[in-house]
């Protein structure tokens, strides 16, 4: 009888054990099939980022050397009017055509 005991906790571990790499296995790949989904976004965004930037429809804003809001005067490295603290849009900011 214990010999049957014995046999049947031996089973059952080896059932536990093996369902437990199996979940493993399963999620490990599910993991690494979301990551090469989201690496192949991330490279699809920076090649269509590279194509806009390279792309003539595509110019700079000019330089704006007074607010519009307030009229004070800007620097080229302002980001914000000093005195009203609106954005200011100086910096590389594309805008199509």
Not at 7 to 26: E, H, M, N, P, R
Not at 54 to 68: G, H, I, L
Not at 70 to 91: T, Y
Request: hydrophobic share 40%; proline share 4%.
């Amino acid at each position: 009888m214990q010999e049957v005991v014995l046999v049947l906790c031996t089973g059952l571990i080896a059932i536990c054990l093996c369902v437990t790499i199996i979940y493993w296995v399963t999620s490990s790949a599910i993991e690494s099939s979301k990551l090469a989904r989201e690496v192949q976004e991330l490279k699809q965004l920076m090649q269509q980022l590279l194509n806009e930037q390279k792309n003539p429809a595509y110019v700079s804003e000019p330089f704006r050397e007074y607010c519009q809001a307030c009229a004070s005067k800007l620097s080229p490295e302002d980001f914000e009017c000093p005195v009203c603290a609106q954005h200011i849009a100086n910096h590389s900011i594309e805008t199509k055509e």
